[in-house]
């Protein structure tokens, strides 16, 4: 088998990027490289973060030459509009006319449904490391990214935002109780468009360490938590998720994903 050719962007800005490399968390580009080598070593990697790469335009002359993208995760909010967003959006168009296969993750799917004129909020309550029961519809069950996926799981996830207006043709495969669209699909110009609000690709321990590097913006800002002693809390519980989590099926749509766009 031909290797396979994966473009990866990035979401987050390179100061974000910066400040997780200077306290030893891997970057979701690194996660993501990690994870799709845990099931596939036959994959070449190029990355690009349309946010502030010089060279983009050389990028998008040769995105039909990738057999896949991969978007991932971000801490950027899309209805804050600012020039980084933008390009990423401008960018994301670009790629649904010439990428046959996109994975979006997270914040690449709520990118991948902007371009593609869905719409975006703030969700009334959010994920911090894990979200809990999401579970795949009627749908999603007839779709190969679920493959031998059980039909109801828990899975690490971090997330303020929702989809709540889906592009034209767009099919939710997966809800919970915090998100109504936990996962959808659809198809646009050229693309094939699989999104993911939940992270496959990040371990829960990447998780605990979010939320302690996120600790005081999590506690002051976003008021999430009320005190040191309630992210303890919090972080026992993913403590213990971690002890019954099986590594191939919280990452089985990495699998599913490359096993489809290799046909």
Known sequence: MNRLNILIVEGNPSEENKSFTNVGIPTHTESLIESLGFFNRD?????VNPSSDQNI??????????????????????????????????????????????????????????????????????????????????????FEIYKNKKPKFNSPAFNFDEVNKLPLNAICLASNKINKIQSLYFEINE??????????????????????????????????FKDDNDVRNHISKIKKEILITNRDQRMLELKNWVNIISK
């Not at 039909?64 to 801490?75: C, F, T």
């Not at 992270?199 to 976003?222: A, C, G, Q, V, W």
């Open 43 to 47: 994959l070449n990697f190029d990355v």
């Open 57 to 142: 335009n050389s990028v998008i002359e040769k995105l039909s030459s990738y057999d896949g993208l991969i978007w991932g995760g971000s801490s950027l909010n899309i209805y804050n509009d600012t020039p980084e967003i933008r390009n990423q959006i401008s960018f994301m168009k670009e790629c649904q006319k010439k990428v046959k296969n996109i994975l979006a993750i997270c914040w690449g799917m709520q990118v991948a449904v902007t371009a593609a004129g869905g719409e975006v909020k703030k969700a009334d309550d959010s994920h911090i490391g894990i979200a809990y029961e999401i579970e795949i519809n009627g749908d999603g069950l007839n």
């Open 191 to 224: 693309s094939k468009v699989w999104g993911l609000q939940y992270h496959p690709e990040i371990t829960y321990e990447k998780m605990i360490s979010l939320i302690e590097f996120r600790k005081d913006r999590l506690t002051n800002f976003r008021k999430v």
